[in-house]
Structures are given as structure tokens and as C-alpha cells.
């Protein structure tokens, strides 16, 4: 049930994020609003880090495979298409279509056992359950 809350809580936390984003970037430009959000991320976490736990900062070397150190860059990756999918499609739209493709992806690195991700078969209800979220799109969408 806590996975389940904790879920919810960064669905509504993204979608907020990607206004404020939005709005930022109206002001700043995008790589500005885009640094600021990963450099006020980096403040919380080493704030965070120092309160709540010392974990070695060596064992990022240890990491393996290496290109899992690439989340962060990612999120450079994820800040600007959030920001700029709600300046094209709003809010609504934009987080819709964003969490489908998640889903969709998501579910691939399953199937597919990607990353060091246990492989799983496929399942045709969770496949239905996509399609029926295309179709919620596309009734999303109708005018």
C-alpha cells in the first residue's frame, strides 16, 4: 500500500513540477530554468545526505554497469521534454501522453528484460490495459 501511495505522490509531484518548469522557463529560457532545476535537486539531496544518512560517496566508482550513471542526464533529458510538451499540448495532454509512454516503456524493459531487469512473459491483460489507456488518449483528445 505504501508502494502504491508513494506512486501516486510522484505522479502528482511530476505534473507539478512540469508547470513550475514551464512557468520558469518562460522567464529564464530553457537551460536555465533546466539547471536550476538540477542544481536545486542536487542542494536537496546533499542536504538530505548530510540529516539522514552517510552513505559512502566513493561507491558511485563502484557502480556497475557504468551507464546506469547516466540518470542525471536523463533528467536534463526528462526536464526539458516535460517542459516542452506542456508549452505545446498544457498540462493535461502533456502528463497523459507522458505516462503512457511510460507505461509502454516500462513494460518493454519487462518483456524484454533490459538493464538488468528480470524478464517477465508477456501478459496479454496488462497488454489490454495498455491498449485501453491508448484509447483513453484518443477519447482524451476527441473535440
Known amino acids: 500500500m505504501a508502494g502504491f501511495l508513494i506512486a501516486l505522490l510522484s505522479g502528482a509531484l ?13 522567464t529564464t529560457g530553457m537551460w536555465v530554468s533546466n539547471a536550476w532545476v ?4 542536487f542542494i ?3 542536504a538530505a ?3 539522514a544518512g552517510r552513505d ?19 533528467g536534463a533529458g526528462i526536464t526539458w521534454t516535460v517542459i516542452k510538451s506542456m ?10 501522453l507522458i505516462v ?19 524478464k517477465e512473459p508477456l501478459d496479454w491483460r496488462k497488454v489490454g490495459g ?3 489507456a491508448l484509447v483513453g488518449i484518443a477519447i482524451f483528445q476527441w473535440k
Open 14 to 26: 511530476m505534473s507539478v513540477q512540469g508547470v513550475f518548469n514551464t512557468k520558469v522557463t518562460e
Open 38 to 41: 538540477q542544481m536545486t535537486a
Open 44 to 46: 536537496v539531496c546533499a
Open 49 to 51: 545526505w548530510f540529516i
Open 56 to 74: 559512502s560517496i566513493a561507491a558511485i566508482g563502484k557502480v556497475e554497469p557504468k551507464y546506469v550513471l547516466l540518470g542525471g542526464v536523463i
Open 87 to 96: 508549452e505545446a499540448l498544457g498540462p493535461a495532454k502533456a502528463a497523459l
Open 100 to 118: 503512457i509512454a511510460q507505461l509502454v516503456v516500462a513494460y518493454l524493459i519487462e518483456l524484454l528484460g533490459l538493464f538488468g531487469v528480470e
Open 130 to 132: 495498455l491498449v485501453l
